[in-house]
């Protein structure tokens, strides 16, 4: 193995543009965030949202790492070791979004119509013993307790494993793996309830929380393998890394993108059948002040080109075309988070209609850019991939049948 791993291909250098990029990171996320304060000062509750929205959008990414490496040990994959090192460094960050969040925590009165239901509202009479600010607190906190422990678990045996070699961490992390998947799928649908379906609270959807888990994985997976391809235009991982990897990593963007198109159809097409008020609402909202034009385009740029451009088995072994499917998956997600959040905001004239705004765009960007300077710092300080996982041998010798 150390003869097929050089020092140059497991560690980042420092000189690297990308050791530079994630240093660029730190000065866009103050600005944008500086931007966002000062427009809170100005409109506090349209900052607000543009907030939730930067949150949700970096934090699915995040989320979407930690079921990848959940996934991994679950099935006791081989391939997918080489690679495993970059979601690693993500989960290791997700005590981070516990205290991004803060801010929407202190503004739920702002976010969340169902803080100041009206008395005669009965269905949200019926709803207050879940949907009440303390019990709110109290699922949020627990959520990030779970999510961070397992992040930084599964970070550190793998790092410590680096050192010792020792295969007795490999075997915590298959332990750990199916329960903690269950503990995801359940934590993350009820985070999903709480801090985007409750934006609309009248309305429920008992399959909404499955749809932002494919958006996460989806976006989780696009993440990875761009920044696979950024490490090896730095001379990091150019001999582990092959086209047999990123084939891989494709079969799974291409899988993800027909479950979340599977998935918002389901839901979209149960609500409209049924055809009750309570449930209609949602995309009702949707289907009007120009939010039309997002919920038709979606199911074209976020299922149709991905599926037909991934379906063919050569095309997903090129860098190129790889980048460029990856780049668009996460713009469309940032779309579909964006769909997700804003129409809960309404003005004072009692509209919510689509207004992009550069508050939303600095503020994206901004949280974005934090969030790759705090990985860039993190990742720098270990190797860029397990090597002391017994499975690494077959991951660098991987191909496909």
């Known amino acids: 193995m150390e003869a097929i791993v050089r020092p140059l291909d497991i560690r980042l250098s420092r000189q690297s543009w990308l050791s530079k990029f994630f240093s660029v990171c730190w000065v866009v996320g103050i600005l944008g965030m500086a931007f966002w304060a000062y427009e809170r000062s100005h409109n506090e509750a349209r900052a607000m949202f543009s907030y939730l929205f930067s949150f ?10 930690l079921i990848f490496v959940l996934i991994h040990h679950a099935t006791r994959a081989g391939w997918s070791v080489v690679i495993r090192r970059v ?4 989960i290791a960050l997700l005590p981070l979004f516990a205290l991004l969040f803060i801010p929407i925590w202190y503004s739920t009165d702002i976010l969340y119509s169902w803080t100041h239901a009206a008395p005669h509202d009965e269905i949200l009479k019926a709803k207050a013993p879940y949907l009440n600010t303390a019990f709110f607190t109290v699922r949020s906190v627990l959520y990030f307790v779970v999510w961070s422990t397992l992040g930084i678990l599964y970070y550190r045996w793998s790092v410590a494993q680096d050192g010792k070699k020792n295969q007795q961490l490999t075997r915590k992390m298959w332990r750990l793996s199916p329960i903690g998947i269950i503990i995801f799928g359940l934590s993350a649908s009820f985070a999903a309830f709480d801090w985007l379906m409750s934006l609309q609270p009248h309305w429920f959807s008992t399959i909404f929380g499955v749809y932002f888990f494919a958006g996460c994985i989806l976006s989780g997976i696009a993440f990875i393998t761009l920044m696979c391809v950024a490490l090896q235009s730095c001379g990091v991982l150019n001999r582990s890394m092959t086209s047999e990897h990123y084939h891989d990593l494709g079969k799974l963007l291409f899988g993800y993108t027909v479950f979340w198109a599977y998935i918002g159809f389901s839901q979209f097409m149960l609500i409209w059948y049924a055809n009750l008020p309570e449930e209609t609402e949602f995309y009702l909202h949707r289907l009007h002040h120009g939010w039309e034009y997002i919920s038709w385009a979606l199911p074209l740029t976020n299922f149709f080109l991905p599926f037909f451009i991934l379906m063919s088995r050569h095309i997903k072994k090129k860098k190129a075309v790889m980048i460029f499917m990856c780049l668009w998956i996460l713009t469309t997600h940032f779309m579909d ?19 992009i705004q550069l508050v939303d765009i600095a503020c994206l960007f901004g949280m974005m850019a934090l969030f790759l300077g705090c990985f860039g710092f993190l990742f720098k300080r270990n190797d860029a991939m397990p090597t002391g996982d017994s499975r690494l041998p077959e991951s660098l010798s991987f191909e496909n049948f």
């Open 56 to 65: 949700m959008t970096v934090l699915s990414l995040a989320l979407g790492c």
């Open 87 to 90: 979601p690693e460094t993500v």
């Open 337 to 355: 988070i964006y769909w997700l959040v804003l129409p809960g905001f309404v003005d004072d004239h009692g509209f919510s209609h689509l207004d």
